[in-house]
């Protein structure tokens, strides 16, 4: 008897939001009876990651202990030695897709499937966003030479928004922008409870200089409130940025994040790279006020429904912070907005438009079926 279930090889990390958007990609991929094997590259998932995991339906979690290709640990051996093993898990499980977040990955093995490449970030474009046009150092350079080799043996490249799309055509020389399917976030399962209170609010990776959470401690200086932001000090590679004015709060899991966002402070997030974004997307469906640096993504997403700041101004960032806790009608607009522009980002959409391309690039009619259904 035929096989019914589609099965997907993915990739991920448990460092940043590939890992949520992974989880909340194999979460819709249950709903449409495909079942997911994701293989965590990197640091391991903590103990409440790994729920998150289980609690997914055909969610089969694999801890590969290979390292990411961006850190410190990896080298070309090592990368070789990784594409191989996941080649042999997509053999094993008889995947009909491999979805790799690292696309890197394809550029040294054959698998046994259609390979899809998502371009979350890379080297190269977050140092054309942060240093402008000085030259890759040779770490990231020959890194991204891996990656640019690898995109070009997957089937199809998928970015999440096509901001970054552009930028990876152009960074990378494509002969093709890749294809956009925005990234989803579903809303907590609890419902939130306000128990910090807070104005100013913001998330993420708080050790990346491309989150420039230097420029928003100096914008913090200037503030009646105080800037709360959740998220690790320190990178996997030791990376770590002090803070003066910040009120840092460590790393907080998904639900302490929705409690943090319940209260409906200010979301605040002046990165200067940003493929997307999914920080501000869990606070604009909380309905916060939105205020963003001025970046080509955050433009195309929230153009509108945010407002914009320049990401090195800490005056303008502080004045534009301070103008929506002084006029607490105006801020609920600006979150009623924020709110309305996010359900366009939903896990259900992002999931139809992942299946469509994998239906596209494989020919299952499986994948087919999924998305007509």
């Known amino acids: 008897m035929p096989r019914l279930t589609a099965r997907v090889l993915m990739t991920a990390d448990a460092v940043g939001g590939v890992w949520t958007y992974a989880l909340e990609l194999a979460r819709g991929l249950a709903r449409a009876d495909v079942e997911t094997t994701l293989a965590v590259l990197g640091p391991a998932p903590d103990d409440a990651q790994c729920n998150d995991a289980r609690s997914i339906p055909g969610l089969a979690l694999v801890q590969t202990g290979f390292p990411l290709d961006w850190t410190g640990d990896a080298d070309e051996i090592r990368i070789g030695q990784t594409a ?13 897709v491999v979805h790799l977040n690292s696309p890197v990955f394809a550029c040294d093995a054959r698998f046994p499937a259609p390979v899809i490449g998502v371009c979350h970030s890379c080297l190269a474009t977050w140092w054309h966003a942060v240093r402008g046009v000085a030259p890759l150092p040779p770490a990231f350079a020959w890194r991204t030479e891996r990656l640019r080799l690898g995109y070009q043996r997957c089937e199809t490249l998928v970015a999440p928004s096509a901001s970054f799309a552009s930028a990876t055509a152009a960074v990378h020389r494509l002969a093709a922008k890749p294809a956009v399917a925005h990234n989803g976030r579903g809303t907590p399962a609890r419902p939130p409870s306000p128990v910090r209170a807070m104005q100013v609010f913001t998330a993420g990776r708080l050790w ?20 709360h932001a959740a998220g690790p000090l320190t990178g996997p590679d030791g990376q770590i940025i002090p803070f003066e004015h910040l009120r840092a709060l460590g790393r907080l899991n998904d639900a302490e994040i929705a409690d943090c966002l319940a209260a409906r402070p200010v979301f ?26 001025d970046i080509p993504t955050f433009r195309e997403l929230w ?33 009623t907005a924020a709110a309305k522009r996010a359900a366009a980002y939903s896990v259900t959409h992002m999931t139809e438009r992942v299946l469509a391309i994998y239906a596209g690039v494989t020919g299952s009619s499986r994948f087919a079926q999924q998305v007509a259904a």
């Open 208 to 227: 990346d200089e491309g989150k420039n959470a230097r420029t928003l401690d100096q914008a913090a200086a200037r503030l009646k409130e105080p800037v």
């Open 84 to 96: 191989a093993a996941l080649a042999d898990l997509a053999s094993d499980i008889r995947a009909d």
């Open 303 to 335: 153009q509108d429904a945010a407002s914009f700041v320049s990401d090195n101004d800490p005056a303008a960032i502080a004045a534009a912070l301070q103008t929506l806790l002084d006029r607490p009608e105006h801020r609920r607009r600006q979150g």
């Open 268 to 293: 605040v997030s002046v990165s200067r790279y940003e493929p997307f974004g999914l920080a501000v997307l869990e606070a604009a469906q909380a309905g916060c006020a939105l205020v963003l640096s």
